[in-house]
Every structure is written in structure tokens, then in C-alpha cells.
């Protein structure tokens, strides 16, 4: 496991960590998986379907492991 990862997926070898979205940023719109929630069914789909905690977050892809 890596160390500080809690909640991510693997899409094409890049990681996405879920992440919790800073005060007056629009989550869905600075997702890194943007483009494949709205492919997947529509706004905010994606995480929530994943994780139950997904509320104020986004997936940030994670370029330093």
C-alpha cells in the first residue's frame, strides 16, 4: 500500500486520489476524471458510486508515486 493513499483508482497505470475540494471550487469541475464521469452518467456519478464519502471531493491524479 502506499503510504498516505486512502481512497484512489487506476485508470491506464495513473492513479486518482480522491481528495477533498477546497472552499468555493466547483468539485467536477477540477476532477482529473472529469471527462470519464460525465462519459459514465453524468455529473458526480462516478465518485459517489465508488465511495460513500464523496461528498465536497475529486479525484486528483496523483503524479508523484
Known amino acids: 500500500m502506499i ?28 476532477c482529473s476524471l472529469r471527462k470519464e464521469c460525465l462519459d459514465w452518467l453524468g455529473p458526480g456519478s462516478l465518485c459517489a458510486d465508488l465511495f460513500d464519502d464523496a461528498v465536497y471531493k475529486r479525484f486528483k491524479e496523483r503524479t508523484d508515486l
Do not use: M, Q, W
Open 3 to 30: 503510504e498516505g493513499l486512502k481512497n484512489a483508482i487506476i485508470i491506464d497505470g495513473v492513479v486518482h486520489e480522491l481528495v477533498d475540494v477546497d472552499p468555493g471550487i466547483n468539485e467536477c469541475e477540477t
